[in-house]
């Protein structure tokens, strides 16, 4: 990767619906060479996916909660079902297994308390579930899909 790769990568993460001329312009190559770089980072699955980030607000999902979950079990099958249940669950932005002593972290968004507490009882008709922990979210001060780049080694 180089710095036209890393530069082509920040204007995408700001604005993916920027045109493939504007973004050669901006970095000082051709229209085709700029194209054919921006193909092989998909093709390289370092652009995985462009999307539009939707306004929370004004779609009634505001409220973000934070849930630490844990579980007495540690095996494929549990952890299977566990995953499989997750992924219905449209409210869940993020999960991740985690070192310590939360096995699971949730990223939330929901309408109001009572849209949390029908994922609660979702969450916690899955066996094995020992705790959930959870957290609303008073203010949000800092929010990114903006990957850094510079940590990227020059080519």
């Given at each position: 990767m180089?710095?036209?790769d890393r530069?082509?990568?920040?204007?995408?993460?700001?604005?993916?619906?920027?045109?493939?001329?504007?973004?050669a312009e901006r970095?000082?190559?051709?229209?085709?060479?700029?194209w054919r770089r921006v193909q092989k980072l998909e093709e390289s699955g370092l652009i995985r996916r462009r999307v539009a980030l939707l306004d929370p607000r004004a779609l009634n999902v505001a409220v973000t909660v934070f849930a630490a979950?844990?579980?007495n079990q540690h095996n494929a099958d549990w952890l299977e079902h566990f995953h499989a249940t997750i992924a219905t669950l449209p409210q869940v932005m993020e999960c991740?297994?985690?070192?310590?002593?939360t096995d699971y972290m949730l990223r939330m968004v929901v309408p109001d308390i009572a849209g949390y507490d029908a994922v609660y009882k979702?969450?916690?008709?899955?066996?094995g579930i020992t705790d959930i922990s959870s957290?609303?979210?008073?203010?949000?001060i800092k929010s990114t899909t903006?990957?850094?780049?510079?940590?990227v080694p020059a080519s």
């Open positions: 180089d710095k036209f530069a082509i990568l920040q204007i995408l993460q700001d604005d993916c619906t920027r045109p493939v001329a504007e973004i970095i000082g190559l051709g229209s085709t060479a700029c979950i844990r579980t991740y297994r985690m070192a310590g002593d979702q969450l916690i008709r899955v066996p957290s609303f979210a008073m203010e949000q903006q990957l850094p780049l510079h940590y």
